[in-house]
């Protein structure tokens, strides 16, 4: 039981800190703003992505959008919620894992249907590695995508 409350804790905590950073964004910075934090090494900024991942999606058709961008996503989540929350046995580096990727992808998804597109703020330039346009959301999901790989390697013969 204590396990099921801390993913859905875990799972608010991300879905909370994108949301609240996203909004700070809309309120404070201007749409294509250039703001050096650090340098020029970390910038933050405010652009409306009405696609997925990388622009992935933008030129769809109204219908298919939704139903890749919001149906499918949604429904995908809601899986993997129950079937996180559902398992007893389940380590708790990969409920963690989960917590990360389904608390990303619901912030994300709350931009979607609320804006029709998603705030993305975060821009980092290291030397030659430069990221694209990311916000909180994107961070969750890829700190539970790292983590999922860590204990799929770890652990080999972990059960899922």
């Known amino acids: 039981m204590l396990k099921r409350i801390s993913i859905v804790i875990f799972v608010l905590l991300n879905v909370g800190c994108d949301q609240l950073s996203k909004e700070l964004v809309r309120k404070h910075v201007e749409p294509m703003d250039y703001i050096q934090v650090v ?9 409306e992505n009405t696609g997925a991942m990388l622009g992935f999606g933008q030129s769809l058709p109204p219908t298919l959008k939704m139903i890749f961008l919001q149906g499918i996503p949604l429904i995908v989540l809601l899986i993997l919620l129950t079937r996180t929350i ?24 709350i931009d979607r249907i609320a804006y029709g597109s998603v705030t993305d703020f975060f821009l980092v330039k290291l030397g030659f590695i430069k990221t694209g346009i990311f916000n909180m959301a994107d961070v969750s999901v890829t700190i539970g995508v790292f983590l999922l790989l860590f204990v799929t390697i770890r652990y080999r013969n972990l059960s899922i």
């Open 39 to 47: 340098n020029d090494n970390f910038i933050l900024t405010n652009v």
């Open 86 to 109: 559902q398992k007893s046995n389940l380590n708790r580096w990969l409920a963690l894992a989960f917590a990360f990727v389904i608390g990303g992808g619901i912030g994300n998804l």
